[in-house]
């Protein structure tokens, strides 16, 4: 386990304004909470820097693992996650509902990786009216 400094897991929460870079959970309605996820994991020479650190839900990040890519499951070709560092969010998901649809093959792909979708996520979602 990399122990994250104080000071730049702060800097990564506030940068993402405390939700989830990925599914966009604040973390004040997180039963669980978020934490600093290797964007491009340490096993992949990833580094432990504001570039490469993300601010994630427990789910996305046990999803997300040491992930960097899967296969597009409309096309079945490989893609890579979305990256918060390097994407905008609003680029590759559009909310629908409590659902989030991804409308590239990164945002497809790391809907589909990361289970955004699944029952209990969108039952969450609805019970706390995140969809905007």
Known sequence: MTVIPEPLRRQVEER?????EYCLLPNSLSFYPHEVDHIIALKHSG????????????????YKGTDLGSF???T????FLFNPRT??????FRWQDARIN???????TT????KLNSHERIAERQRLNLES
Do not use: M
Request: aromatic share 12%.
């Open 16 to 20: 993402a304004k405390h939700r989830c």
């Open 47 to 62: 580094s432990t820097n504001a570039e490469n650190l993300a601010y994630a839900c427990w789910r996305c990040n046990r």
């Open 72 to 74: 597009d499951p409309e």
């Open 76 to 79: 079945g070709a490989f893609s």
């Open 87 to 92: 994407q905008q969010w609003s680029d590759h």
């Open 102 to 108: 991804g409308i590239t093959p990164e945002g497809r």
């Open 111 to 114: 809907v589909y990786l990361l």
